[in-house]
């Protein structure tokens, strides 16, 4: 069974940083692309950035490049999302999904078959 456990998120100022990780079970996470995603109540959920599971090529959207950095850990069966510069709009429950390994990630969420719960993520003063 695959199992996927977010972890990290916290309030936190305007500016600030927070690092979330994903972590696998019963799997290991060298074998999945992750992508990571998040979703505000009442808005659809939305693709933040992804890895690849061959070669590590990353993906990001556009309201989060440069602020943004994803990257695995592989003894720690971990994928993180480190988030700098944080603004209230990045606001929102993260969510973690896997995919069976490609050469190329994807944000669409259509194409990922096994989710984590969420992690809260709140950017506030």
């Known amino acids: 069974q695959v199992l996927l456990v977010e972890s990290g998120g916290d309030l936190v100022q305007p500016g600030g940083s927070l690092r979330l990780s994903c972590t696998g079970f019963g799997f290991n996470l060298v074998y999945y692309d992750i992508g990571w995603f998040r979703q505000v109540p009442g808005k659809e959920r939305e693709g933040v950035s992804c890895?690849?599971?061959?070669?590590?090529?990353?993906a990001y959207a556009d309201v989060v490049k440069g602020r943004f950095t994803i990257s695995r850990n592989n003894p720690q069966n971990t994928v993180y999302l480190e988030m700098n510069s944080l603004k209230p709009e990045d606001t929102a429950v993260y969510y973690c999904?896997?995919?069976?390994?490609?050469?190329?990630?994807?944000?669409?969420?259509?194409?990922?078959?096994?989710w984590g719960q969420g992690t809260q993520v709140t950017v506030s003063s």
């Open positions: 999904a896997g995919i069976p390994r490609s050469s190329d990630c994807t944000l669409n969420e259509n194409q990922y078959d096994s």
């Open positions: 890895i690849s599971g061959r070669f590590d090529k990353t």
